[in-house]
């Protein structure tokens, strides 16, 4: 079982819809981060939350939206998207940003197809 | 800016052999070097963590080892089972923060 929870596990979308991704750890962390992955192809870096602020944008479109409520919540707040951003959606965690003996934590993701 | 390169792309092998997979990266100004795994459709589950100053991190079957000054890392899959296919992916932080960099992984097939 992952110590990172993402919901949903699926989710498909109209381009004129918004709908909002989650994600949940109880580890303690204090970084969080939000990676797209497309098929066959490694993950990439969209955003990265520490201590609840937003610290790295990767020039992701306005289109997706991140939040950080608290320590132990991510958003990804989705509207107007387009169909190659259908992919799958990992989030994950580590005890902070720019430890570098500590491991990031992934979730399941969550897949996302656009109509 | 850092790359990482897997090889090889997709490895096939009977059931019990050893094999061993490859990761290089550019940059060896790093602060440690990750191995994932991931099944079809699935998140990455974190295999082994080598921090810079190690050499090699071992966990039941798998053992990787880390060669920063040629920047090189390597996994070795002990006597494979069918369960160990999946892809494996190894990463690296991006000038010493924690965000990661990946390789685009080895995709391992191993046949019962």
């Known amino acids: 079982d992952t110590e990172v929870t993402q919901t949903p596990k699926h989710l498909v979308m109209g381009m004129t819809n918004k709908k909002s991704l989650k994600c949940e750890q109880h580890?303690?962390?204090?970084?969080m981060y939000w990676y797209k992955q497309k098929a066959k192809k490694p993950p990439e870096l969209m955003f990265v939350y520490s201590y609840e602020k937003l610290s790295i944008n990767e020039s992701v479109p306005s289109r997706f939206s991140p939040e950080c409520p608290n320590s132990s919540l991510l958003n990804l707040h989705l509207h107007a998207l387009q169909p190659e951003d259908s992919a799958l959606y990992l989030c994950?965690?580590?005890?902070?940003?720019?430890?570098?003996?500590?491991?990031?934590?992934f979730g399941d993701g969550t897949r996302l197809s656009i109509l | 800016k850092q790359e990482v390169t897997q090889i090889p792309a997709a490895l096939s092998v009977p059931e019990g052999e050893n094999l061993v997979l490859n990761c290089s990266f550019t940059?060896?100004?790093?602060?440690?070097l990750q191995w994932f795994r991931q099944d079809p459709g699935k998140g990455l589950t974190s295999l082994l963590l080598i921090q810079s100053s190690q050499r090699e991190q071992t966990s039941g079957r798998l053992n990787a080892s880390l060669d920063k000054s040629s920047g090189r890392s390597t996994l070795y899959i002990a006597a494979s089972q069918p369960g160990d296919s999946a892809t494996y992916l190894c990463a690296v932080p991006n000038s010493g923060n924690t965000p990661l960099v990946f390789g685009k992984g080895t995709r391992l097939s191993v046949i019962a």
């Open positions: 994950a965690s580590s005890p902070l940003q720019g430890a570098g003996n500590q491991p990031q934590h």
């Open positions: 940059d060896s100004a790093i602060y440690n």
């Open positions: 580890m303690g962390h204090r970084a």
